[in-house]
């Protein structure tokens, strides 16, 4: 072996230790870019073949003579005499090319199938558009819709994110990640509950509002476990984790079921819920609660309630006792004719029916003439209990003791006359 080839192989060998590449995956790139090199020397056989001793590093041409079957027939050594220094030149660039294309598969090999796996970045770049995050050897993408809208991410911050797709590309993988996958709560708790990790405990169902708001049921295969207090930690400490993660959005943990009713109770808290009512043909749950349990069971902007309907998959009808005894009273069935009561030209108040025609005044509501008043006791507000009220009283009001021709809207005097 000459000093060259010593060196050429001593070369090749670095190369692939440093780059993770074998040797022969070098010396085959070589040997077929050579054979491209070869041909464009002049007098070069139509076919050839290029050899390179792994272990003398001698590099051979061999022209060849094919049949019409493609099998060789004659085969000689055509080797130029200046074939060392074109190998010299295409080695350069073959190995160049041929690590790029390798450091490119094996990147791609590293993240191919990690969809749904967690990731840790260091923001690189952000825009209008997408956000770079620096993984070490490869970069990912954080597109604008798979962003959260109020987190800003600052150059040089670390950020954990969810791999929602890995792409190959020529210029290498490009890897889509999310921070707004439900999915990243999942991978998060994971990371934070060793219960999780090992499966003694699951994660059954997530629903999230990026943000602001998420929920999770969890449930344990092992008796001796508390799902809940295995994520919460002690003093809230392992969803404290999460929580600062997701910068501030707020996760409740509630148990698991089996059972919709007591499932649908858990995932309306920290509401009270007193009765639930399901309703299998149309899937929807219709739940009952305190009057002053109402408004924290539909959260702000009815986001209690939305994520409670995911969790669950019911569609959640919420009603307070109240309105829940108004509708089950004698007068959820009734129909009430429809107007108002407006101001006339002469400053009198008339009931104006809804569906037009002549006004009727207060006189003549009095004696039961606005239409589809049937029950209502004379001059009684439509929907409104009239007992006990006064011939004229007013719309809307109790007027026990009234006089007969009371202004609408006004109380009279009791023993007024008329």
């Not at 999780?196 to 001796?224: L, Q, Y």
């Not at 408004?295 to 969790?311: F, T, V």
């Not at 004698?330 to 407006?342: F, Q």
């Not at 589809?372 to 439509?382: K, Q």
């Amino acid at each position: 072996m000459s000093k060259t080839n010593f060196e050429f192989l001593d070369a090749l060998g670095q190369i692939a230790r440093d780059k993770g590449i074998s040797v022969e995956t070098l010396l085959d790139a070589l040997a077929n870019a050579l054979v491209a090199a070869y041909k464009r020397t002049p007098d070069a056989a139509e076919e050839a073949v290029v050899t390179i001793d792994p272990d003398s590093g001698e590099i051979r041409v061999y022209g060849q003579e094919l049949d019409e079957e493609g099998n060789v027939v004659r085969e000689w050594d055509d080797t130029p005499d200046d074939f060392g220094r074109i190998a010299a030149q295409t080695a350069k660039q073959v190995i160049l090319q041929r690590i790029r294309e390798v450091e490119r598969d094996l990147k791609y090999e590293e993240y191919a199938g990690r969809e749904g796996d967690i990731v840790t970045g260091i923001v690189q770049q952000t825009d209008n558009r997408y956000t770079l995050l620096d993984l070490g050897k490869v970069e990912a993408l954080l597109p604008q819709a798979e962003q959260v809208s109020y987190e800003r991410y600052e150059h040089g911050a670390r950020l954990k994110a969810y791999i929602v797709e890995v792409r190959k590309t020529s210029k290498g993988p490009q890897i889509v990640v999310s921070r707004s996958h439900p999915g990243l709560i999942k991978r998060l708790f994971e990371l934070e509950v060793p219960e999780i990790s090992s499966g003694a405990v699951e994660i059954k169902a997530c629903a999230r509002e990026p943000g602001h708001r998420t929920k999770i049921a969890v449930w344990s295969n092992d008796p001796n476990i508390d799902p809940v207090g295995a994520c919460v930690g002690a003093r809230g400490s392992r969803v404290r984790m999460v929580t600062n993660e997701l910068r501030g959005e707020r996760v409740d943990v509630v148990p698991f079921s089996d059972d919709p009713v007591e499932l649908i109770q858990s995932a309306l808290a920290p509401a009270r819920v007193r009765e639930v009512r399901l309703d299998d043909a149309t899937g929807t749950a219709t739940v009952v609660v305190s009057d002053y349990q109402l408004s924290l069971a539909i959260g702000k902007e009815g986001q209690n309630a939305r994520l409670a309907a995911r969790l669950t998959g019911w569609r959640i009808d919420i009603k307070s006792e109240t309105q829940l005894a108004e509708e089950e009273s004698g007068y959820a069935g009734e129909e009430w004719a429809e107007g108002e009561w407006v101001q006339n030209e002469a400053g009198e108040m008339v009931w104006q029916p809804a569906e037009g025609g002549e006004a009727v005044s207060a006189a003549e509501w009095s004696q039961g003439a606005e239409p589809g008043a049937s029950g209502e006791a004379a001059g009684g507000t439509p929907g409104e209990e009239a007992s006990g009220e006064a011939a004229g009283g007013t719309p809307g009001e109790e007027a026990s003791g009234e006089a007969a021709g009371g202004t609408p809207g006004e109380e009279a005097d009791a023993g007024s006359t008329s």
